[in-house]
């Protein structure tokens, strides 16, 4: 069991250790490890031929480039980290209703390197606003394809997939 937490910015997160209670004893954990560098350099050694790759990586970076960083060679190396059976999770960033293109630009880019990407919404009371979320596995491994999300039922946009299969693991 191995944890391995990837920031590019160690300031930030030494102020979140110091000021916020945030992590209680799992900075201490000797199964939990912190690695401060940028997470392309990290994934492209992730997948070195002695590791069996990640079961599960959680990207969670800034909303506005998602798009464009998960294409091509993020969405590769991201592929290539995982184990044969790993599960990629990622906030995708605000869902605003009325304008749905931004989210489904994020499903889009991971779809290209992750076919079964079933898209998630839930309330965020800090940010008084619905977030997008998604989780992703390479091709043909668990359940149906999720090809087309309906907006039209809002009731849909709370803490379950939309339109998809359970989620599974």
Known sequence: ?????????EQVVDACRSHMDFGGAAW???????????FMAFLRNAGRPESPGWDVIIVDITD???????????GSALRSALSKDGIIGIQCGELDISDTAPFEGVLEALRH???QTTPYATWISSYAAHWGFAT???PARFGPLLTRVDWSDLTKLTDRTLEGPPHVG
């Open 28 to 38: 201490g954990d000797p199964r939990a490890e912190l690695v401060f560098d940028d």
């Open 1 to 9: 069991d191995h944890v391995c937490m990837v920031d590019i910015d």
């Open 113 to 115: 390197d992750f076919p």
């Open 64 to 74: 506005a480039v998602l798009p464009g960083i998960l294409s091509g060679e993020v």
């Open 136 to 138: 992703s596995r390479p």
